[in-house]
Every structure is written in C-alpha cells, then in structure tokens.
C-alpha cells in the first residue's frame, strides 16, 4: 500500500480511482534542479502505471512513460 505520509490515505489511481500498489523504484535526474532523485513507481489493477519524485518536490502523481519497461 502506498502512502505519501503515514497519516495519510493510499493514493488512488487518477484515472480508475482504482488502488495503487508501489512497483519499485527509479533513479533519475531531475530536470528541474539536476539532482539524481528516486521516482516512486505505482500500478493499479487495470494497469496504469504512475511515477512521483520520492522527495515530493515536484508535483504529484505523473504517467509513467515507460510501463511496460518498469511493470514487466
């Protein structure tokens, strides 16, 4: 189950409002100021797969352009 914060609730699939499962996770440079931050890969049930930075900097939940490559 995914959790932004501990007090917070499981995030929904924006799309289904299906629940979303972690995946794993990505190391990437963000463009934004350049570091090598985690992405926080999530799949609901129908698949759609989502991606968030994992220190919540920048924005929410994004699609992930690479499904298949991160799902399997």
């Not at 797969?49 to 924005?59: E, I, P």
């Amino acid at each position: 189950m995914l959790h932004a914060m501990s007090d917070e609730e499981p995030l929904a699939c924006p799309q289904c409002g299906g629940r979303l499962s972690v995946g794993g996770m990505v190391s990437a440079k963000r463009g934004e100021d350049g570091r090598r931050v985690c992405r926080v890969v999530s799949a609901c049930d129908s698949p759609h797969v989502w991606w968030r930075w994992a220190d919540g900097l920048y924005g929410g939940l994004e699609p992930c352009p690479y499904p298949t490559l991160l799902t399997g």
